[in-house]
């Protein structure tokens, strides 16, 4: 048992899994809400979605918190009184592949270059329970190389039919199967080359591609293109579409003062690089006062390999819920000199 790597949950032992996974914390998981799918906290297995295709606000949230108070000061004193970090553990169960892989991403940002405590602190409370999905016609995360995660996850359930083909990520999922051997079978041969077959028929769903190859370099030399003219004139600098990528990191820190003007609140709150003042600084100047300049910073931002790693990772998100429909895919293959039908 020490050395094997894939295990069996049958889909009738699946409330006993959960009831266990409880135990480790508050389980958070997608649960339908109307139109939208969306990460919150669940009692029961109920009322857990599993067949969704994405949420609206990736997982992330539960790392890198949309606001949160990173300090309070008192000016008059010269003190500030950071807020004692005593978050419950989390675990978040049905993340999909392409969310992992984001959020691997942001573990090189606030783990490793510039270690950030509280998503440090979070990531050593939290357990990540991954699920298999279906792609619609906005996923292109196989385009991404992110169809599949390799690591990021404690466990990650692949629906095989009447089971779960179960894989470890991490010494805390391997732990888990440990303390619950009743629950788990080892794979057998037949279990394998069913999971082989389901995960084909899962590449063999995507319907959306986009060639990653050079694209980096297509965006060096696409500077001046008018395809920036084109949907500069389109976008409406809202930021949605950094709200709810799972890959974007920016954040913005302000002070809040009390009326006595002298306490007050240092915050921390996402932040958009398609708002109109992300470019400003002091005197005045901005470096993308326009939208053709901006949406143009985001998408080389997205197509960048910083970190070694594609910044996008075929969610769709961005194209699911633009204002100004505005389809990521399709301005790329345009950067590419691809034609649009």
């Keep these: 048992m020490e050395g094997n790597q894939l295990w069996i949950l049958e889909k009738e032992n699946f409330n006993e899994f959960f009831n ?69 553990t989390i675990v978040l169960l049905g993340v999909h592949a392409c969310d992992i892989n984001a959020m691997n991403l942001l573990a090189k940002v606030f783990m490793e270059e510039l270690p950030d405590k509280y998503y440090l602190e ?24 992110t169809a599949f995660a390799n690591e990021g996850f404690e466990l990650f359930l692949h629906d095989i039919g009447q089971k779960y083909l179960v894989r470890i990520g991490s010494i805390k999922g391997h732990r888990f199967i440990l303390e619950n051997q009743d629950l788990f079978d080892e794979a057998n041969k037949n279990d394998i080359l ?5 995960e084909q028929e899962r590449l063999d769903q995507f319907t959306l591609e986009l060639e990653m190859n050079g694209l980096q370099n297509m965006l060096d030399i696409s500077f001046d ?27 913005d820190v302000q002070d809040y003062f009390n009326l006595d ?14 708002l109109k003042d992300h470019g400003l600084v002091a005197g005045g100047h901005n470096f993308r006062p326009t939208t053709r300049e901006r949406i143009r910073n985001r998408f080389n931002c997205k197509g960048s390999l910083r970190e070694d790693m594609q910044n996008c990772v075929g969610c769709g998100r961005c194209t699911v819920y633009c204002p100004a429909d505005i389809n990521y895919v399709e301005v790329m293959k345009k950067v590419r000199g691809v034609s649009i039908e």
């Excluded at 329970?129 to 991404?144: A, L, M, N, V």
């Excluded at 003219?229 to 709810?244: A, F, I, R």
Aim: charged share 30%; hydrophobic share 25%.
């Design 122 to 145: 979070r990531r050593k409370n939290s357990y990540i329970i991954g699920t298999s999905c279906t792609p619609d016609e906005y996923c292109f995360c196989k385009s991404t190389n």
């Design 194 to 198: 069913q999971f082989k077959k389901t």
């Design 225 to 251: 293109d008018e395809v920036w003219d084109e949907y500069g004139e389109k976008c409406l600098g809202c930021g949605s579409c950094n709200l709810v990528c799972p890959r974007c990191r920016c954040y």
């Design 261 to 274: 003007l002298s306490t007050g609140n240092r915050v921390r709150k996402w932040y958009s690089c398609m």
């Design 20 to 88: 266990i996974l409880k135990l480790k914390g508050n389980i958070n998981a997608p649960v339908k809400q109307g139109t939208i799918n969306a990460f919150k906290k669940v009692e029961s297995p109920e009322e857990i979605n599993l067949d969704y295709t994405r949420t609206m606000i990736p997982p992330k949230k539960y790392f890198i918190h949309p606001e949160e108070v990173i300090f309070t000061f008192d000016k008059k004193e010269e003190k500030y009184f950071e807020p004692v970090f005593a978050e419950d």
